[in-house]
């Protein structure tokens, strides 16, 4: 079946910091990937995603490239700031489905 | 739009007690989905919907029942409440667009206590 495995949290980071979460997936054929960010007390929001191999997703400072070949989806921002403080959840679709797999959430803090 | 409303947003039961968690949405999409969030765990799909009238398992639907008699209403019973299920529930809802990445919208979620 399919899995998402992401790296296990909580991250401390200061601001402006580079951030890099990674994420890689087990699926058979050509599965759709997302990150989801989740900020306190809030629910799940889409924050990129990306339907093909070597698509980029982007959104807000962040991106995540679909990598087919090393079967990974790292989420990455040059400079963070204190209010991307947030759990982010990798999930996948199978192709062709519409129900989604998540990752078990990676916790992000920023700190001034 | 409202989006993804769910009802209510925090809830205490005792172990044995019944409930109903209601998730509604105004974007006219066909899936919806139920949830549960626990720590360490991500989230886990309890039950899901394709379309009005019809419901399926999902991975972790024991304990639960759900119910999709309206396209925007999707509700989740516990008929004698547990412990183990205390838990934050979400709903989503999607849409069988074009595109073939199927985005689920969520709602704030219910933050249920079982003592």
């Known amino acids: 079946g399919n899995s998402v495995t992401q790296m296990e949290g909580p991250v401390t980071l200061s601001e402006e910091a580079f951030l890099t979460i990674n994420c890689t997936y087990t699926a058979t054929g050509y599965p759709s990937l997302f990150w989801y960010v989740q900020y306190p007390g809030e629910g799940l929001q889409l924050l990129l995603k990306a339907t093909k191999a070597d698509d980029k997703g982007s959104n807000k400072g962040f991106e995540a490239t679909y990598r087919k070949e090393t079967t990974s989806f790292h989420l990455e921002k040059g400079s963070v700031q204190v209010s991307d403080s947030a759990v982010y959840f990798c999930?996948?679709?199978?192709?062709?489905?519409?129900?989604?797999?998540f990752g078990k959430g990676t916790k992000l803090s920023v700190i001034p | 739009n409202a989006g993804v409303t769910q009802t209510p947003k925090f809830r205490v039961l005792k172990t044995g007690q019944s409930m109903t968690l209601l998730c509604a949405q105004d974007m006219n999409h066909e899936y919806m989905y139920w949830y549960r969030q626990d720590p360490g765990m991500g989230l886990r799909l309890i039950h899901y919907?394709?379309?009005?009238?019809?419901?399926a398992k999902g991975e972790v639907p024991d304990g639960y029942n759900v119910s999709r008699l309206k396209k925007q209403n999707f509700l989740l019973g516990l008929e004698s409440a547990a412990p183990s299920q205390t838990s934050v529930y979400f709903c989503a809802s999607s849409y069988p667009g074009t595109s073939p990445a199927y985005e689920q919208y969520f709602g704030p979620g219910t933050r249920l206590t079982v003592t």
């Open positions: 919907s394709v379309g009005e009238g019809t419901t």
């Open positions: 999930a996948l679709s199978g192709a062709g489905s519409y129900q989604l797999t």
